[in-house]
């Protein structure tokens, strides 16, 4: 059985009158991810991954998102700061002794 969507005009009828809390709390968090940094590589490009067993938190009116480093492929919780998936480091620095490569 799938969800039905309700007709627009209801919608706008019920919110009518009621101030909008939950946009600056939406805000408030996007800038809380965007200020994040890897725990493993302090690298600043992240993006947002949803763990079900993680969202949802009591007396909170938004989901909990965890953060994936683009650089080390870390996993963390940024309100705890546990790391769920270590990444890999080597992806994310450049060696500082090149690598050669020999032709044969």
Do not use: S
């Not at 953060?67 to 309100?79: G, K």
């Amino acid at each position: 059985m799938g969800m039905k969507a309700m007709d627009p005009r209801i919608l706008v009828k019920l919110i009518e009158g009621h101030k909008n809390v939950i946009g600056p709390l939406a805000e408030e968090r996007e800038q809380f991810y965007r200020q994040q940094r890897c725990p493993r590589c302090d690298g600043a490009e992240t993006e947002k991954q949803a763990d079900p067993r993680r969202m949802i938190v009591a007396g909170e009116p938004l989901p909990r998102y965890q953060l994936r480093c683009l650089n080390c492929d870390c996993v963390w919780d940024p309100f705890t700061r546990v790391i769920e998936k270590l990444g890999n480091l080597a992806q994310a620095f450049e060696p500082t002794v090149p690598i050669l490569k020999t032709e044969d």
